[in-house]
């Protein structure tokens, strides 16, 4: 079956402007999270969306926010967008979102902030 | 609050040899530990998980509660296994929120 994908791959963006991205899970995944890998801070946890409603939210200020939809796609907007911003963002889908479940990571979009 | 820790940002081994990847966490309770592989050009994915207690492409990781450590081993390192290794813990009331390890490369040298 077809991995996780997201769009787009690559962003460049300048200070002050917002940026939305997309992942889709796996088909039949309903859980999606979403996590910042820098080189400085490595990989954080961002939040967590299950059936259309956020299930869990790591530190990050309000700027990042996120949805999902009713096929379990999910987007992350980030708004006024901040050097420190640019990152790889990572989404990971997994079935029904147990600690359990195994998650499945996309290939990531690689966000340039300027 | 939950945390884990890699020491090694970087371990170069020769083909053939051993190798052990450290990881200690910290959390109040009993969490799930994993280990996840990053190969060059490809996406992370899972290599093991304490629950499941398997051997994947001849990795084995021991969880010490004692000492709240879950280090990586392969008794003969091969040069496929060259890769970037993190360490992830999940808390049972966390749902899905891995938090991660640092990191640590591991270059295998012919």
């Known amino acids: 079956k077809a991995g996780v994908t997201q769009t787009p791959r690559y962003l460049i963006k300048t200070r002050g402007q917002q940026v939305t991205l997309s992942c889709s899970p796996i088909?039949?995944?309903?859980?999606v999270s979403w996590y910042q890998q820098t080189p400085g801070q490595g990989l954080q946890f961002l939040f967590e969306y299950f059936s259309e409603t956020q299930r869990n939210k790591g530190n990050f200020p309000g700027r990042f926010s996120g949805r999902q939809f009713s096929n379990s796609r999910s987007e992350m907007n980030v708004s006024t967008l901040e050097l420190g911003d640019s990152a790889l963002y990572l989404c990971?889908?997994?079935?029904?979102?147990?600690?359990?479940?195994?998650?499945?990571f996309g290939p990531g979009t690689r966000l340039t902030v300027l | 609050a939950q945390r884990v820790t890699q020491p090694e940002k970087l371990l170069s081994v020769f083909k053939g040899a051993p190798v052990e990847l450290k990881c200690n966490y910290s959390y109040s309770g009993s969490p799930e530990l994993f280990w996840y592989v990053q190969y060059s050009r490809q996406r992370l994915q899972l290599l093991l998980r304490?629950?499941s207690r398997e051997s994947i492409k001849g990795f084995t990781a021991d969880l010490n509660k004692g000492e709240t450590s879950f280090h990586l081993k392969k008794p003969f390192a091969q040069e496929e296994d060259s890769a970037m290794y993190y360490c992830?813990?999940?808390?049972?009331?966390?749902?899905?929120?891995?938090?991660f390890g640092g990191g640590t490369r591991v270059l295998v040298k012919p």
């Open positions: 990971a889908s997994s079935f029904a979102g147990l600690a359990s479940d195994e998650q499945f």
């Open positions: 304490h629950i």
């Open positions: 992830a813990l999940k808390g049972p009331a966390a749902g899905n929120k891995l938090t």
């Open positions: 088909s039949g995944h309903r859980s």
